[in-house]
């Protein structure tokens, strides 16, 4: 007597899969967006609940709106920057906060019912279940972050600490690559390359310093440094401003001293397009295959590309439109670099 087999598991992902992650991707990507904004415009404040399921719904009634407004009535920000705002304004920086929130729960729900369907179609290749899995705990994570971050602006300060919001936009950018790997992985299949291999170290040191000038720009939205020292490339008639090591200890300046943390990310931006465009042109002269060259052009683009939409914020003093740009404009600089990286392997 012959026993039936136990159906095959596929092992290889379907392209519905690879979708679905470039899906949830491009929606981390948007709500960065939408973070930046929420930020620009100072909205971030306006929601001083903690509802992950009923906090879906807006207010539905006048008395809800009155009743979310006096809460805010009761926080430094109103206080100390927007006394006598009328109800009609506090709903347009209601609306920002609002969309951001529930932008993360939709994020959550086309996030984890796919995933449970194309586990059950057993249609996840088993060296990715625990990848995913520890995207969705990441996920988890940034929420409660975001109200870590929210929190900290309820009490004593009229915004948010600037510290916690370098966390958060930190571990929005760690989901956002990771799911971009994710999908490289089940798309791309790297060509070798006999030269590529001597790119892979600076290419990750480029990727370490894009990092520390990614947080660096949230630590300037977070003190509001880029409404000042509006000119380029010197501040005040100066390279290096006047007051930049007024703070002591000295190692403050770099967090919470304006001048300080402005001049830190305009050399830190100015370093990492130097680096970008250096192994650019270092990788094309080393005749890589079509795609990785094709990487190393975009990668160069993005670099040049995001270092002037800084400078043009900067200069314009940061509208919101253009604040959002270099927001998008950091996340593809971002997306540029993990791509040659994947890439560009050794033969």
């Keep these: ?50 509802a992950p399921v009923t906090g879906a719904l807006p207010p539905l009634s006048q008395g809800e709106w009155e009743r979310l407004f006096a809460l805010y009535r009761q926080i430094p920000e109103y206080r100390l920057e927007n006394a006598g705002m009328t109800l009609t304004e506090f709903k347009t920086i209601f609306w920002w906060e609002w969309i951001h929130r529930f932008w993360g729960r939709l994020i959550g729900v086309v996030f984890l019912l796919p995933f449970l369907w194309f586990l059950w179609r057993r249609q996840v290749p088993q060296d990715l279940k625990l990848h995913l899995a520890a995207v969705f705990l990441l996920g988890a994570l940034q929420g409660a972050l975001g109200w870590f971050m929210v929190a900290s602006g309820f009490s004593e300060r009229s915004d948010v600490s600037q510290y916690r919001l370098a966390a958060h936009l930190a571990l929005a950018l760690i989901i956002y690559g990771y799911l971009f790997w994710l999908w490289l992985r089940l798309t791309v299949m790297p060509e070798p390359s006999e030269h590529a291999g001597r790119l892979r170290g600076p290419l990750w040191g480029l990727l370490a310093l894009l990092a520390v000038t990614l947080l660096s720009g949230a630590l300037v939205a977070g003190t509001n440094a880029g409404l000042t020292y509006n000119s380029f490339p010197l501040m005040d008639g100066r390279l290096i401003p006047k007051g930049y090591a007024q703070l002591e200890p000295f190692l403050m300046n770099w967090f919470e001293n304006i001048a300080a943390v402005q001049f830190n990310h305009r050399l830190l931006a100015t370093l990492t397009v130097t680096a970008a465009l250096a192994v650019s042109v270092i990788g094309l002269n080393r005749d890589p295959p079509a795609a990785p060259r094709l990487g190393l052009i975009l990668l160069a683009a993005a670099a040049l590309a995001q270092w002037l939409l800084g400078i043009s914020a900067l200069l314009l003093a940061v509208p919101v439109w253009l604040g959002a740009a270099h927001q998008a404009g950091a996340i593809l600089l971002l997306t540029a670099t993990l791509n040659c990286l994947y890439r560009l392997r050794a033969a």
């Excluded at 899969?17 to 909205?43: D, H, K, N, Y």
Aim: glycine letters at 4%.
């Design 1 to 50: 007597m012959h026993r039936r087999s136990a159906p095959a598991i596929e092992t290889e992902a379907p392209h519905a899969l690879a979708a679905w992650v470039l899906l949830c991707a491009a929606m981390v990507f948007a709500m960065a967006v939408i973070g930046a904004i929420t930020r620009l415009t100072e909205s971030g404040l306006s929601i001083m609940e903690w």
